[in-house]
């Protein structure tokens, strides 16, 4: 019941759970691209580490061409994640990923986590990469930074792609909330040896600190939000990228889609204001045959719908 129930609640926080469970003496295998996923050409990618509000951030600059931030999921990193995704994104664009706190490469340091909080880290990193403005794409915990991160500072969010993300706690199906009760200290033992704990200790400054990451983890998937007022405020463009067999409900992505002034009947606007159901400046796409976590799998299908949302121009 305690692996059933752990396998929920790390889904939920984000994780590719696709791989058996490792043994202490095997290495964990990271995601390796599609079969017609080639990586982009250019040098290598710049890796290092930026300091914002008491924390240094480690980061990941891929590819060239216009800033797209991308945040991982809970419990999760930047190798285990995007090692599909991120690649193909990067063919266009400069990918910037970036480890939250706590997560990865990135110590913790003495505050909660919080999608406040770590949306203030981003918008502060935004600049110390040296943009006036960027474009955002959060997965599940990440997504849900991402839109904090355009509520609180919409002056540096250019465009924003939130990936199997709720906007309200009970956006989740309810047993996926039942199991996220399991993400507690006492319990991060059991989830030794797994995928998400192996790609952890790879590369994490202080391997030890793993209970403290899976207790805060689920201090904050526990804690009840209702974004529906902010959200609809949002003046940036917005993606909502969904599985048809996520663990987001599908009509909690629809409902969200409506807040943002999507979802008008007809049509009949041909892509203006005018008329009944003109276009609205965001998007919503539900990929089939898609879980999720089986998302960040499909690199090319995500930057085909990706790209033209991005490369569009900005609405007057």
């Known amino acids: 019941m305690l692996r059933r129930t752990f396998i929920v609640s790390a889904a939920a926080a984000g994780l590719s759970l696709g791989a058996p469970r490792l043994g202490r003496a095997e290495t964990a295998p990271r995601l390796t691209l599609a079969p017609d996923a080639t990586p982009p050409t250019g040098p290598a990618p710049a890796t290092g580490y930026v300091s914002v509000n008491g924390l240094k951030h480690y ?36 990918v910037i990923a970036v480890e939250l706190q706590a997560h990865g490469h990135t110590a913790d340091i003495d505050r909660p986590l919080s999608y406040e909080a770590m949306a203030d880290d981003i918008a502060a990193l935004i600049g110390q990469f040296g943009f006036e403005t960027a474009d955002l794409f959060g997965f599940s915990l990440g997504g849900g930074v991402a839109l904090q991160a355009a509520i609180r500072h919409p002056e540096v969010v250019r465009k924003l792609v939130v990936a199997s993300t709720p906007y309200r706690r009970d ?57 529906s007022a902010a959200v609809a405020a949002i003046t940036a463009p917005v993606l909502i990228l969904t599985g048809d067999c996520d663990l987001v409900r599908t009509e909690h992505a629809v409902e969200m889609f409506r807040l943002l002034g999507g979802g008008a009947g007809g049509g009949l606007g041909g892509g203006s204001a005018a008329g009944l ?39 007057l």
């Open 277 to 315: 159901g003109g276009l609205s400046s965001s998007r919503l796409a539900v990929l089939p045959d898609t879980t999720h976590f089986s998302m960040l799998t499909c690199g090319d299908l995500v930057a085909a719908i990706t790209r033209p949302f991005l490369d569009a121009p900005m609405p």
């Open 171 to 227: 956006g989740w199906f309810p047993e996926v909330l039942a199991g996220m009760a399991a993400l507690t200290s006492d319990n991060a033992a059991a989830m030794t040896g797994s995928l998400m704990h192996q790609f952890y200790v790879e590369v994490a400054p202080k391997p030890e600190d793993w209970p403290v990451l899976v207790a805060k983890t689920g201090q904050l998937l526990a804690r009840d939000y209702d974004w």
């Open 59 to 94: 980061c990941e600059s891929h590819g060239s061409g216009e800033p797209l931030v991308l945040l991982h999921g809970g419990l999760g990193t930047i190798g285990m994640l995007f090692g599909q995704l991120l690649p193909v994104l990067a063919r266009t664009r400069q």
